[in-house]
């Protein structure tokens, strides 16, 4: 029986890396609470330090793929549970990504260990990551308002920057005033932000 593509690479010893198996190294790396080194990201692979560069920037965008990639699909299961659920549904999806993030031990570590880090790759817009999840809450809140489960006289780009900032704030406690992160007071105010249309019976 001839062997697909697939099995024959996987069954070559002479396979090539690509940049795709860098990024899902690093991936499997960050997930298990490991430190991502580029010098021994590239040694893992068997390429040189310049080949890695070229195929993922720096230690830094590489990080922001990441987590972007664990970010975007946590946010889709987590919307994809609540696509039932009645009234506003972007609060909830918001706190359980923050929840998500610290309960999953390798992004707790690099938020313990690197807050500084996480905080400016992660909020300003200039490192890509920040835009993508305001295009995400922003798209989500789009459909909660045409839903009619929420009500909101704040134009959706502010809300959507808004309820981002809110968000932020409280998850970067630990840097901006040393205190925990608090998802809890996050949904607090992300529930006030955004009122339920609907009155509750």
Same mark, same amino acid.
């Given at each position: 029986?001839?062997?697909?593509?697939?099995?024959?690479?996987?069954?070559?010893?002479?396979?090539?890396?690509?940049?795709?198996?860098?990024?899902?190294? @690093?991936?499997?790396? %960050?997930?298990?609470?490991?430190?991502?080194? /580029?010098? +021994?990201?590239? #040694? &893992?692979?068997?390429?040189?330090?310049?080949?890695?560069?070229?195929?993922?920037?720096?230690?830094?965008?590489?990080?922001?793929?990441?987590?972007?990639?664990?970010?975007?699909?946590?946010?889709?299961?987590?919307?994809?549970?609540?696509?039932?659920?009645?009234?506003?549904?972007?609060?909830?999806?918001?706190?359980?990504?923050?929840?998500?993030?610290?309960?999953?031990?390798?992004?707790?570590?690099?938020?313990?260990?690197?807050?500084?880090?996480?905080?400016?790759?992660?909020?300003? @817009?200039?490192?890509? %990551?920040?835009?993508?999840?305001?295009?995400? /809450?922003? +798209?989500?809140? #789009? &459909?909660?308002?045409?839903?009619?489960?929420?009500?909101?006289?704040?134009?959706?780009?502010?809300?959507?920057?808004?309820?981002?900032?809110?968000?932020?704030?409280?998850?970067?406690?630990?840097?901006?005033?040393?205190?925990?992160?608090?998802?809890?007071?996050?949904?607090?105010?992300?529930?006030?932000?955004?009122?339920?249309?609907?009155?509750?019976?």
């Amino acid at each position: 029986m001839e062997q697909t593509p697939l099995q024959r690479q996987l069954s070559s010893p002479s396979r090539k890396p690509t940049a795709l198996d860098a990024f899902r190294r @690093a991936r499997s790396d %960050f997930l298990a609470g490991k430190r991502i080194d /580029l010098q +021994s990201l590239a #040694a &893992e692979l068997g390429v040189s330090r310049v080949t890695l560069y070229r195929w993922v920037g720096t230690r830094e965008q590489l990080l922001v793929e990441v987590i972007w990639a664990l970010t975007a699909q946590t946010f889709d299961d987590e919307w994809a549970r609540l696509e039932a659920r009645s009234g506003p549904r972007v609060p909830e999806v918001v706190v359980r990504l923050l929840r998500a993030f610290w309960s999953q031990p390798g992004a707790r570590r690099f938020l313990e260990q690197e807050n500084d880090l996480a905080m400016r790759l992660l909020t300003l @817009a200039s490192h890509g %990551f920040q835009p993508r999840l305001l295009d995400l /809450l922003k +798209s989500k809140l #789009a &459909e909660d308002l045409a839903e009619g489960r929420v009500v909101s006289p704040i134009p959706l780009d502010d809300l959507a920057y808004t309820v981002l900032r809110v968000a932020e704030s409280f998850h970067y406690l630990p840097t901006i005033t040393g205190e925990p992160a608090d998802p809890d007071r996050a949904a607090r105010v992300l529930a006030a932000l955004l009122p339920s249309a609907r009155p509750a019976n």
